[in-house]
């Protein structure tokens, strides 16, 4: 199989739990009481590169998978690779990207019965997606499925667009509180637009740098990078809850990168949390990989009114 990524020889050494961050250096809501009410409640990823199991939560790694269920395929007439030849006709083999067990992410809510979640996509261009990969979404039970799990290695895509390749990551989820940014009511974010300059002025950091997160995660706001596009059910209409975001960007400065992962000769200088850097021999481990589209991300919703749990996904770069 094709890839860009370098083989990863050696697994991650930090623990997968939850990782330390600085607090948010204001109150929000006494600073724009306008935002009373609209913070929620986000579980963080942070996407390091790694060598995770079947029985990990990870981004890009492999799936605890049942022996009875053949891997998916994408035999999508419209898929492609662009400025390549053609797919042709032999489907694809879908890739694993995201897999998170309950016990990790105690902030997702799974459907009655299930504790597992998984996604994998079509790591080709689908114009009906679209112009992204084409995702697969499925709720399980990590017992029922561990009973009967596949032994060996899944079908490796025979092609793919390298946007769309995640290299293996294992992941810390960390929960957080974070504020809108793009989803603001109409006309919110233009009224408090000189007050979030002066902010900036007089405090050194802006309301987006401390307040919002624009990295892979769960709940909590899509991490969007163009104007919010949220989907409603298709089949009762209402609007969707978001899942969560796979983004292209991942926090290597400021208030979101975590305290461990800081440059230590910042931490010994005392460096403000919205200031500092990444310890430049990590930074290559940071994040999946995927550039998706430039610097984009797949934004996954559900559907918790409908019994099935109907699910959607947007994209944007």
């Given at each position: 199989?094709?890839?860009?990524?370098?083989?990863?020889?050696?697994?991650?050494?930090?623990?997968?739990?939850?990782?330390?961050?600085?607090?948010?250096?204001?109150?929000?809501?006494?600073?724009f009481p306008e935002l009373t009410g609209s913070a929620r409640e986000v579980t963080l990823l942070y996407p390091r590169a790694g060598r995770p199991g079947p029985?990990?939560?990870?981004?890009?790694?492999?799936?605890?998978?049942?022996?009875?269920?053949?891997?998916?395929?994408?035999?999508?007439?419209?898929?492609?690779?662009?400025?390549?030849?053609?797919?042709?006709?032999?489907?694809?083999?879908?890739?694993?990207?995201?897999?998170?067990?309950?016990?990790?992410?105690?902030?997702?809510?799974?459907?009655?019965?299930?504790?597992?979640?998984?996604?994998?996509?079509?790591?080709?261009?689908?114009?009906?997606?679209?112009?992204?990969?084409?995702?697969?979404?499925?709720?399980?039970?990590?017992?029922?499925?561990?009973?009967?799990?596949?032994?060996?290695?899944?079908?490796?895509?025979?092609?793919?667009?390298?946007?769309?390749?995640?290299?293996?990551?294992?992941?810390?989820?960390?929960?957080?509180?974070?504020?809108?940014?793009?989803?603001?009511?109409?006309?919110?974010?233009?009224?408090?637009?000189?007050?979030?300059?002066?902010?900036?002025?007089?405090?050194?950091?802006?309301?987006?740098?401390?307040?919002?997160?624009?990295?892979?995660?769960?709940?909590?706001?899509?991490?969007?990078?163009?104007?919010?596009?949220?989907?409603?059910?298709?089949?009762c209409g209402t609007r969707m809850d978001h899942l969560l975001s796979v983004t292209a960007t991942e926090p290597g400065a400021g208030r979101w990168l975590p305290?461990?992962?800081?440059?230590?000769?910042?931490?010994?200088?005392?460096?403000?949390?919205?200031?500092?850097?990444?310890?430049?021999?990590?930074?290559?481990?940071?994040?999946?990989?995927?550039?998706?589209?430039?610097?984009?991300?797949?934004?996954?919703?559900?559907?918790?009114?409908?019994?099935?749990?109907?699910?959607?996904?947007?994209?944007?770069?």
């Amino acid at each position: 199989m094709p890839s860009g990524h370098p083989q990863q020889t050696t697994a991650q050494a930090r623990p997968p739990g939850p990782r330390p961050l600085a607090p948010i250096p204001f109150d929000v809501e006494a600073v724009f009481p306008e935002l009373t009410g609209s913070a929620r409640e986000v579980t963080l990823l942070y996407p390091r590169a790694g060598r995770p199991g079947p029985g990990d939560s990870s981004l890009g790694g492999p799936l605890l998978w049942p022996a009875d269920e053949p891997w998916p395929m994408c035999a999508e007439p419209d898929h492609y690779k662009p400025l390549s030849p053609p797919v042709g006709p032999e489907p694809v083999a879908m890739l694993p990207v995201v897999q998170l067990y309950a016990r990790d992410v105690p902030g997702l809510v799974f459907p009655a019965g299930t504790d597992l979640l998984q996604i994998l996509w079509c790591p080709l261009v689908h114009e009906a997606a679209p112009y992204a990969a084409a995702p697969r979404l499925h709720w399980r039970s990590a017992a029922t499925t561990a009973a009967g799990a596949v032994v060996g290695e899944p079908p490796r895509p025979h092609t793919v667009e390298e946007d769309f390749l995640p290299r293996p990551c294992t992941v810390s989820p960390t929960p957080a509180v974070e504020y809108p940014n793009g989803d603001m009511p109409e006309g919110l974010g233009d009224l408090l637009d000189e007050r979030f300059e002066a902010l900036q002025e007089e405090r050194g950091y802006s309301y987006f740098e401390v307040a919002t997160t624009e990295q892979s995660k769960v709940g909590g706001y899509p991490g969007w990078t163009q104007q919010p596009n949220w989907p409603d059910c298709a089949v009762c209409g209402t609007r969707m809850d978001h899942l969560l975001s796979v983004t292209a960007t991942e926090p290597g400065a400021g208030r979101w990168l975590p305290l461990d992962d800081r440059d230590p000769r910042q931490e010994a200088a005392a460096t403000p949390s919205w200031r500092a850097e990444a310890d430049p021999a990590a930074l290559d481990g940071f994040g999946h990989d995927m550039c998706l589209g430039d610097l984009g991300g797949m934004y996954f919703f559900v559907c918790r009114s409908c019994p099935d749990t109907p699910y959607a996904h947007r994209y944007d770069c």
